[in-house]
């Protein structure tokens, strides 16, 4: 009984400030509902006109796209620095480098977006800059608004992918590497990229499903990005589904709608981390695996 | 074999200082923009703030032995140009150099003591409610754990934007609104999801024999989290407190449409209110702001980083 | 140690420099400017571009002229307290959920139109009564003393922001148009003159693009506002007659012709604004054929483009005097024109009338329903008695002149209160004609999105013309039907309008088939 009590804050204040809101957003998905305006109920119908919006293919194209990349920069930015920061030999460059790895996240995430967008996308931005000074203005192009480069434009942004706390949570799985499996290794014959992929990636599966997961999350809910970058354009070349969510509550007055969307995008998130956490071996399974 | 070891360790330094840079080049020019007005800027996009350049002329000057210096009003158009001695000239071109922190400064600093108020105890309640409901479902058996250990992590899932309204008339209806309270709680409610999994994971990691033998002595729940749990998760408290504190600071939205009275405004909102304000045509200000901005998380890393790191190499970062 | 004494003074410091500072000078404060005592009413006022302590476009000393505006008007009713504040208004969580709550400020600056959607909600209070009153603050004799409404300059303009539903929520305090700016030099050393017709302009702009300058630099926001509405307007005219249902009693006789959403929703179920209608195919041709005059990166920031001498001119509203007259780095002449007709001889669907207007209204102050949060019934509502007087008081020349001829942007709408020199030109553009439907952001929004997005796609070579005018076509038509299911309207009733205008489109050519055909 008292485990029950000792949980009761967390579910109390997750049932009035999360649960009450999520229940009425999935209520409102069935009705015509404008804020401010009477509900009426429409039962699926919401979810019937998602299917044949004309920006369904091209955000849900986009949101594959822009995780799968988001998969591949976690997976390897962050773990190929950790692993040069971590074969370091003095504990204090290995520490500085942490730090200073580290301190980029102090920077709110909206500055981040728009500097990139000014400074290396601007019309006088980084890029095109450079593209005169090489006398090639005939390239030079709104990096963002031309349809052909503007999704590489977007998935670029925070090139080279160090800043934050990412690289830490893989030096820790790479620290947790006992070093009697790195002489086994070396024994074994395996050396640089082999021993890399063979011995280190396998250790560091745990951190890289959990990353997985939180990528997979953040993107699929995110939308922020596109908004103050693309707003989803040119046409819906950057449109994702949470942003036509919002576009649809908040512009278009359809709340009801939204709702569905955002319904949607729930149990798209959920089925993903099923999968993930179902298939998604750990390191822990490799290892009773392999025991 | 010592000459090659050693070449390979210069390589690596060479690589990590070269992404270190890209890294930071972004933030310098952010840095080096907020010196610099609007027409600077669109003249030439690179360069070096004309005031600090003006201000290493008359420092110049003055080393050779000129005593009166001219210095514009301003840095526009019809504006006269006076003639003054070298502390006032200094000091002139010194406004301007920092006149966009000085509007940034006006804007944030009334909301800068309300968003420190709003962290500390959101960190306070989240490390609370999560460490014990984490201790409760890592350390005891008691049937549905499992599916209501799941039910908490689906509570990650659902997209911010689908409740952003029903939360907003919910809380209007709880009278919440204009307070501290309306950020605090939700931002608890919402906090502890992932502080849960976090301090699960490292107490999973806990040897079990600490907790058996303590339990042997006869020790109730509440004495092996006070005495045994807590000073054993300080690192992992670190990270649960930073990893808040730093949505906290950045989350603008929710305390935009919530408190409307600018009584209880904080840092973010105000970030995103001069965004979208016609004071977002003045770059400089904004560079400003977000430098301003981020200069209490900058200072909170340098005592906080210790610990921090400690926290994410203590393995509670896994799945 | 040393990290012990560096948090002490990291503390230190950041205690004075946070420390709650009672003594804000009036005028200064960023958010609030009051003077200490309690007063019964606050009146929050979301000003926009005239908020005061801030500078505008970054130039020129911070503004002050409402700030001493609400200060005397504290003085005069010591119960109310004026309280200026920014509100991201352009953000629509912001608005609907600030409304929905009732606490938005008092006083907001939108553009009527975003709330034209939502006055059914009572969420803006209909300032009619108030502008068919005298104003208390004007002396006897004087315009606006018999009636408020009185005051305003530009009558047509100012009426025509009536709601749909006839009713007036906003109170038009300045007025803008835009225009094209051109470098004389530039103009001087290519042999260029202002152009007369539409030809003539688009050869000076071939003659620009030859040596090796960009013609005319344009948003392109701007395009889909008001070069939509301009060359739509150029097309439709000469059937305007023949195709105009509504004419509406208050304001038809401003707006001479204007169609709206509910007239273009019925004209559409006629086949107009559709591939069917060749009007309408034509003026997204003429829109495409004016592309290659632009910039080539249409995210290029147009202040810098002109301002360094790489553009011949510029399309842009009378905001952009500010800053051409202050900034240090504006070493040549410049001045304004507007743009030419198309003639018949140029296009057969063309009938040469003169370019209609585009802007008007500028800053337009609506009253929320927080005005009358003290009794919850506008009858009663003291609050709402200040709020309107303040918005009188304001109205008052001599203090309009010392607002909005602060900043060099916008045209005073109040007589008596004239426009600075560097603005006249826009006076008299502003006697033009009002242009004939507002495209985007009249209508709803969910057009305005994929309209804007698809037209800068279809011109930027994204899609083509077939694709463009599938998009336009569900468009149009869904956004009809979102018009008529929000509103509950009953098409038909146009009907008997529309038959009885059946002669006169007799003689009319290049009607849309369907149109035709029902004849």
């Keep these: ?291 | 074999m010592k000459a090659a070891r050693r070449r390979r360790e210069l390589a690596i330094h060479a690589i990590l200082i070269g992404i270190l840079i890209l890294t930071f080049l972004p933030l310098a020019f952010v840095l080096n923009s907020s010196f610099r007005t609007n027409s600077e800027m669109n003249h030439s996009f690179f360069g070096v703030p004309k005031a600090a350049v003006q201000a290493a002329e008359i420092t110049g000057q003055k080393l050779q032995g000129k005593s009166r210096f001219e210095v514009a009003n301003s840095s526009e158009k019809g504006a006269g140009v006076e003639s003054l001695d070298f502390g006032d000239a200094i000091r002139k071109v010194g406004s301007q150099l920092v006149q966009g922190y000085a509007y940034a400064w006006e804007v944030l600093r009334p909301y800068t003591l309300n968003t420190i108020f709003v962290c500390l105890a959101t960190v306070f309640g989240v490390v609370l409610v999560g460490s014990v409901s984490a201790y409760v479902f890592s350390q005891c058996r008691f049937p549905g754990k499992g599916t209501l250990f799941m039910a908490v992590l689906a509570f990650m899932m659902i997209p911010g934007v689908l409740t952003l309204v029903p939360s907003f008339l919910w809380v209007k209806q709880l009278g919440l609104l204009n307070s501290h309270w309306v950020l605090i709680l939700p931002y608890i409610a919402g906090g502890q999801v992932f502080a849960i999994f976090l301090f699960k994971s490292f107490f999973d990691g806990l040897p079990r024999e600490l907790f058996e033998s303590a339990r042997m002595d006869g020790a109730g729940h509440l004495t092996l989290y006070r005495n045994l749990v807590l000073p054993l998760s300080k690192p992992v408290i670190a990270v649960v407190a930073i990893v808040n504190i730093l949505g906290t600071w950045n989350n603008f939205l929710w305390p935009f449409i919530t408190n409307s009275d600018a009584k209880y405004h904080v840092v973010s909102s105000g970030l995103y209110l001069m965004g979208q304000s016609t004071v977002a045509a003045n770059r400089a200000t904004m560079f400003a702001a977000y430098v301003l901005a981020s200069i209490p998380l900058l200072i909170l890393f340098l005592y906080a980083t210790k610990p921090f790191m400690a926290g994410v190499t203590s393995g509670a970062f896994k799945a | 140690m040393f990290r012990h004494s560096f948090l002490a003074i990291i503390l230190i410091l950041g205690a004075w420099a946070l420390w709650p500072r009672g003594d804000v000078e009036a005028g200064a404060g960023p958010t609030s400017i009051s003077n200490g005592k309690p007063r019964k009413y606050t009146i929050r006022f979301a000003p926009g571009i005239y908020m005061p302590g801030r500078r505008p476009m970054d130039l020129g000393q911070p503004i002050q002229g409402l700030a001493k505006v609400a200060a005397e008007f504290e003085k005069l009713y010591p119960d109310t307290r004026i309280e200026f504040t920014e509100a991201p208004v352009g953000q629509r969580e912001y608005l609907v959920t600030q409304l929905a709550a009732e606490q938005a400020p008092e006083i907001l600056n939108v553009n009527v139109e975003d709330v034209w959607q939502d006055v059914q909600k009572g969420w803006y209070i209909a300032l009619d009564d108030y502008l068919n009153r005298p104003n208390p603050f004007i002396e006897k004799g004087k315009p606006g003393s018999k009636a408020w409404w009185d005051q305003f300059k530009y009558q047509a303009i100012s009426r025509g922001k009536a709601a749909p539903d006839a009713k007036m929520y906003c109170l038009t305090y300045d007025m803008v148009e835009t225009g094209i700016f051109y470098n004389k030099d530039i103009f001087r050393r290519l042999g260029l003159t202002i152009p007369k017709e539409w030809p003539e302009f688009m050869a000076m702009q071939d003659k620009i693009k030859r040596a090796g300058l960009i013609p005319l630099i344009v948003d392109k926001s701007a395009i889909a506002d008001w070069g939509m509405d301009l060359i739509f307007d150029q097309m439709y005219n000469s059937i305007l007659p023949g195709i105009d249902l509504v004419q509406d009693p208050i304001r038809e006789a401003y707006m001479e012709g204007y169609l709206d959403w509910d007239e273009i929703s019925f004209l559409n179920s006629k086949g107009f604004f559709t591939r069917n209608d060749p009007r309408f195919v034509e003026t997204f041709r003429i829109l495409k054929s004016w592309r290659p005059y632009w910039e080539k990166n249409m995210d290029a920031d147009g202040t810098k483009l002109f301002v360094t001498q790489q553009g011949a001119m510029w399309w842009n509203g009378s905001w952009a005097v500010n800053r051409l007259i202050r900034d240090p780095d504006v070493h040549f002449d410049w001045g304004v024109f507007y743009l030419p007709a198309i003639p018949k001889s140029a296009n057969r669907f063309a009938d040469g009338h003169d370019q209609v207007v585009i802007g008007g209204s500028g800053t337009q102050f609506e009253v929320t329903n927080s005005a009358i949060d003290d009794t919850h019934d506008a009858r009663t509502s003291i609050k709402l008695q200040r709020t309107i007087a303040f918005l009188q008081f304001m109205c008052v020349p001599e203090r309009v002149d010392a607002v909005v001829n602060e900043i060099l942007a916008f045209l005073p709408n109040v007589v008596g209160a004239e426009p600075k020199p560097e603005l006249r030109i826009f006076h008299e553009f502003l006697q033009r004609k009002y242009t004939t439907t507002k495209w985007l952001y009249t209508f709803d929004l969910r057009f305005n999105e994929i309209f804007r997005r698809m037209l800068d796609l279809y011109l930027e070579g994204g899609i083509s013309e077939g694709e463009f005018m599938d998009w336009m076509e569900k468009n149009v038509r869904t956004a009809s039907d979102t018009v008529v299911r929000r509103k509950g309207l009953d098409l038909s009733k146009f009907e008997p309008k529309w038959r009885s205008l059946a002669p006169l489109r007799a003689s009319m050519s290049d009607l849309p088939t369907a149109a035709e055909a029902v004849d």
């Design chain 1, 1 to 291: 009984m008292a485990m029950y009590a000792m949980l009761t804050p967390t579910f109390l204040l997750l049932a009035v400030f999360s649960l009450v809101p999520f229940v009425w957003a999935i209520a409102t998905s069935f009705f015509d509902y404008e804020v401010g305006a009477e509900a009426k109920f429409i039962g699926l119908s919401n979810y019937a006109e998602y299917f044949t919006d004309p920006t369904l293919l091209s955000s849900f194209g986009n949101l594959a796209f822009l995780t799968a990349f988001g998969l591949a920069t976690v997976m390897t930015a962050p773990l190929i620095i950790a692993k040069l920061i971590f074969s370091l030999r003095s504990e204090r460059a290995r520490y500085l480098y942490r730090v200073l790895f580290l301190i980029p996240i102090v920077v709110p995430g909206v500055a981040g977006l728009m500097i990139w967008q000014g400074m290396i996308y601007g019309d006088s931005g980084f890029l095109n800059e450079l593209l005169r000074l090489f006398g090639r203005d005939d390239l030079t192009r709104g990096w963002l608004s031309d349809p052909q480069t503007v999704l590489w434009a977007i998935v670029f942004i925070g090139f080279p992918f160090a800043g934050g706390i990412n690289i830490l949570i893989y030096y820790a799985g790479l620290a947790n590497i006992s070093d009697s499996v790195h002489e086994a290794a070396e024994l074994d014959g395996a050396r640089g990229i082999r021993k890399f992929l063979s011995v280190d990636v396998p250790l560091v599966m745990s951190q890289i499903k959990l990353l997985t997961i939180l990528t997979v999350i953040g993107t699929v809910q995110g939308f922020e990005g596109m908004f103050i970058l693309t707003k989803g354009g040119p046409g819906f070349n950057t449109m994702v589904p949470g942003l036509w969510m919002y576009m649809n509550a908040f512009s278009f007055q359809r709340m009801g709608y939204a709702c569905a969307i955002g319904v949607i995008l729930f149990l798209l998130i959920l089925g993903l981390t099923i999968l993930n956490m179902k298939y998604f071996r750990s390191s822990e399974d490799l290892r009773a695996e392999a025991a």
